[in-house]
């Protein structure tokens, strides 16, 4: 490490962990808006508004976190955040799910009761990607965190020191988006999942249908044992 550069410590404050829903601006979550709605085309939709956002789970973080709040007797429930339909069983497809949550129900008396078990969302934090378009080595520092003002004015070089497990999760968030849609490719090029193209109202009174009848799977789910 070099001289005089502290390493980042967790302090456990608990900001990252409430008041998580929609923390964008204005600006940003057009943009977020406009990105996603190029992907209506592919079938793929947003089941939740930007301004509802909170932490981003991998299909199988969410089995994971399910299984743990069963076993903390958690009430938790994620919500599907990017979805599709598939034209042949009318099933819902989840490509990623969102906590669900304001105040995430995993952070009790001031402590994360998965803290190792946590999604890369958090493990990353408070690096995370520069977009979700942009290379895994691009990423930057979140302000939220009370302890980034201390690290902004470090070079890129002094930061990767200082927070080399935080952009170690990164890398790893990264490359699980790759794989995601790579098996969501996989998918459809082998017909186990033929996208319903609809208006993103339409596709989201599915959505409801779907929950309500039980046609609800993880994209991951689908891959022949």
């Not at 302000?143 to 890129?156: A, D, I, W």
Request: aromatic content about 10%; proline content about 6%.
């Amino acid at each position: 490490m070099f001289e005089g550069v502290e390493k980042f410590s967790c302090q456990r404050c608990g900001i990252c962990c409430n008041n998580i829903q929609g923390n964008f601006t204005n600006k940003e979550i057009e943009k977020i808006k406009s990105a996603f709605k190029k992907l209506e085309k592919q079938g793929i939709y947003l089941g939740i508004e930007p301004e509802k956002f909170s932490i981003p789970l991998f299909p199988h973080e969410a089995i994971k976190m399910k299984k743990l709040a069963s076993k903390l007797d958690i009430d938790f429930h994620p919500v599907p955040k990017l979805f599709m339909l598939d034209a042949e069983t009318n099933r819902c497809i989840v490509l990623e799910w969102d906590l669900g949550y304001s105040n995430c129900p995993f952070f009790d008396n001031d402590r994360c009761l998965i803290h190792n078990d946590r999604p890369l969302a958090c493990q990353s934090f408070p690096i995370f990607p520069y977009s979700f378009s942009s290379s895994p080595e691009e990423y930057i520092l979140l302000g939220r965190c009370p302890q980034s003002e201390k690290y902004e004015h470090l070079s890129r070089e002094e930061k990767e020191k200082s927070f080399e497990s935080e952009i170690k999760a990164v890398l790893q968030f990264s490359m699980e988006l790759k794989r995601y849609k790579s098996l969501r490719d996989e998918l459809i090029r082998k017909g186990l999942l033929r996208p319903l193209i609809l208006e993103r109202d339409e596709a989201i009174e599915v959505l409801k249908e779907t929950e309500r009848s039980d046609k609800i799977v993880s994209v991951d789910e689908l891959i022949p044992i």
